[in-house]
């Protein structure tokens, strides 16, 4: 990032590749900002040197950019903190690809901070934290609507999550809903309850809660996420 941090940064794991001359990196963001971002690595790299980046956020689309490394900080010992991970700093150079949807991402963020993780599916997320909601666009079905009235999930967390429904559930209702994965289309069932009706602006729906928390459960659904599981 800009080493006089003149942009808030906001914690936020995207689906990261890195170009530098014919070489490229699959990575992970670690924070962003309106102007830049933090990318996760343990390899060696150089200050001022010019990359191209390519960002996917959580809906599928994809930012470009040129980009400078401003920042380095090394490997100090054979596992990164949590909250300061080697990695490099880059600040935007240029045109941004995509300049209009990045902004509006990063505008999210400020409204809610408490979105440490934001990850595009299949995103390499090197730390989890049994508290972070995922801001995460799924498709979701209840047996009793039609497929035409389907649903999209807003965040996940390992307790449940957020879906975007005029439909007004009561508060304890169980039911069975289907995630729908957006590659493969592929169906998962989850047994949730209903915990809370939700509206925000520009936000009207449910949290829900998983009714099995099991580390099993946890485990068949961080793989059918593409999710590193949480160990602790």
Same mark, same amino acid.
């Given at each position: 990032?800009?080493?006089?941090?003149?942009?808030?940064?906001?914690?936020?794991?995207?689906?990261?590749?890195?170009?530098?001359?014919?070489?490229?990196?699959?990575?992970?963001?670690?924070?962003?900002?309106?102007?830049?971002?933090?990318?996760?690595?343990?390899?060696?790299?150089?200050?001022?040197?010019?990359?191209?980046?390519?960002?996917?956020?959580?809906?599928?689309?994809?930012?470009?950019?040129?980009?400078?490394?401003?920042?380095?900080?090394?490997?100090?010992?054979?596992?990164?903190?949590?909250?300061?991970?080697?990695?490099?700093?880059?600040?935007?150079?240029?045109?941004?690809?995509?300049?209009?949807?990045?902004?509006? /991402?990063?505008?999210?963020?400020?409204?809610?901070?408490?979105?440490?993780?934001?990850?595009?599916?299949?995103?390499?997320?090197?730390?989890?934290?049994?508290?972070?909601?995922?801001?995460?666009?799924?498709?979701? %079905?209840?047996?009793?609507?039609?497929?035409?009235?389907?649903?999209?999930?807003?965040?996940?967390?390992?307790?449940?999550?957020?879906?975007?429904?005029?439909?007004?559930?009561?508060?304890?209702?169980?039911?069975?809903?289907?995630?729908?994965?957006?590659?493969?289309?592929?169906?998962?069932?989850?047994?949730?309850?209903?915990?809370?009706?939700?509206?925000?602006?520009? /936000?009207?729906?449910?949290?829900?809660? /998983?009714?099995?928390?099991?580390?099993?459960? %946890?485990?068949?659904?961080?793989?059918?996420?593409?999710?590193?599981?949480?160990?602790?």
């Amino acid at each position: 990032m800009d080493p006089n941090r003149r942009d808030q940064r906001y914690r936020a794991s995207l689906a990261t590749r890195l170009l530098r001359g014919k070489s490229e990196m699959q990575l992970s963001t670690h924070n962003v900002s309106f102007r830049g971002a933090f990318l996760q690595t343990r390899a060696p790299t150089t200050l001022r040197q010019l990359v191209r980046v390519e960002l996917t956020l959580p809906d599928h689309h994809v930012v470009r950019a040129h980009a400078m490394i401003v920042h380095v900080v090394p490997p100090t010992s054979p596992e990164d903190e949590p909250d300061h991970p080697s990695g490099i700093g880059l600040v935007f150079w240029g045109d941004v690809a995509g300049q209009s949807r990045w902004d509006a /991402f990063i505008q999210e963020l400020t409204k809610d901070p408490s979105l440490r993780v934001v990850p595009a599916p299949g995103a390499p997320l090197p730390e989890r934290r049994s508290s972070s909601r995922f801001r995460l666009k799924l498709e979701v %079905r209840l047996p009793e609507l039609p497929e035409t009235l389907a649903l999209t999930t807003r965040d996940i967390s390992e307790e449940g999550m957020s879906v975007a429904t005029d439909a007004n559930y009561p508060p304890g209702l169980k039911t069975r809903l289907l995630l729908i994965h957006p590659a493969t289309a592929e169906p998962f069932p989850l047994d949730v309850i209903v915990r809370r009706r939700i509206k925000e602006p520009g /936000f009207v729906g449910l949290g829900v809660e /998983f009714m099995d928390k099991s580390k099993e459960s %946890r485990s068949q659904l961080c793989a059918f996420l593409g999710i590193p599981e949480d160990d602790s």
